[in-house]
């Protein structure tokens, strides 16, 4: 009867560790949701909200360390339970990334908010929706313990990778026609990368997803698409 009692209470300890898992997911997919409405909609507001909702995310993660440090030390799981555990640790930690991009998009659009509206702001909420996409599809995943789903989100970050090297020559663009867009344009700079390291995170999450279901990472090598670091835009009749 006391075998059947541990047993039964570790199954729902990996239980309570999804769950909280789905929990942070679904806080950190509507933190950028919010953030990059608040940058299009210049809604300092809702900017605000996003900042302050952050601490919900680090204290779910901090929940997830505890649970899973206790499990490790009392439980002393093996094969595939270890793995959940393992995952888990690992996927609190992404995802308390992607919340604090999302804050950091936040505070970007409250600077942004006070300079004059340009285009690149569209590109860079159809590159946030992108990414939303991408990690409402790697938690359904995770949840699902679905390797195929997760496996087709990290070759869509290659999408994200191609927009992201066409935005930042977009915004560079922007700033070379015109210097009074130089401060905006800065901040969309960072606005666009942020979004993007959301990208490879989601990717990350997947990874773990096919760990977690195949006991080892994907065999072929992540393709990395974004070519910003290597981007140059040069001027033309320059006088010379």
């Known amino acids: 009867m006391t075998s059947e009692h541990i047993v039964q209470s570790f199954d729902d300890d990996l239980k ?67 793995r959940i555990v393992i995952t888990a640790l690992k996927t609190s930690g992404i995802v308390e990334r992607i919340g604090d991009y999302a804050k950091n998009i936040a505070k970007r659009s409250v600077a942004i908010s006070q300079t004059p509206p340009i285009g690149p702001t569209k590109t860079i909420a159809r590159m946030g929706a992108q990414v939303q996409t991408m990690i409402k599809d790697v938690l359904d995943s995770y949840m699902a313990r679905d390797a195929d789903k997760a496996d087709r989100v990290r070759a869509s970050d290659s999408e994200v990778d191609l927009l992201h090297t066409s935005l930042f020559r977009e915004i560079l663009t922007y700033m070379m026609e015109d210097p009074r867009n130089i401060s905006s344009c800065t901040h969309l700079l960072f606005v666009a990368k942020n979004i993007e390291r959301i990208g490879d995170h989601a ?15 994907p065999a072929e090598k992540r393709v990395k698409e974004d070519q910003s670091s290597y981007t140059v835009v040069g001027t033309e009749g320059n006088g010379e």
């Open 16 to 82: 309570r560790l999804d769950n909280i898992i789905a929990e942070m997911g679904g806080l950190a997919e509507t933190q950028l949701a919010n953030a990059i409405d608040a940058m299009v909609r210049r809604d300092n507001a809702l900017a605000e909200q996003v900042i302050q909702s952050d601490k919900r995310i680090d204290a779910l993660e901090r929940e997830v360390d505890d649970l899973a440090v206790k499990m490790l030390a009392l439980r002393h799981p093996l094969a595939n339970d270890l």
């Open 203 to 217: 990717t990350n999450i997947a990874e773990n997803v096919h760990y977690l279901v195949h006991g080892n990472l």
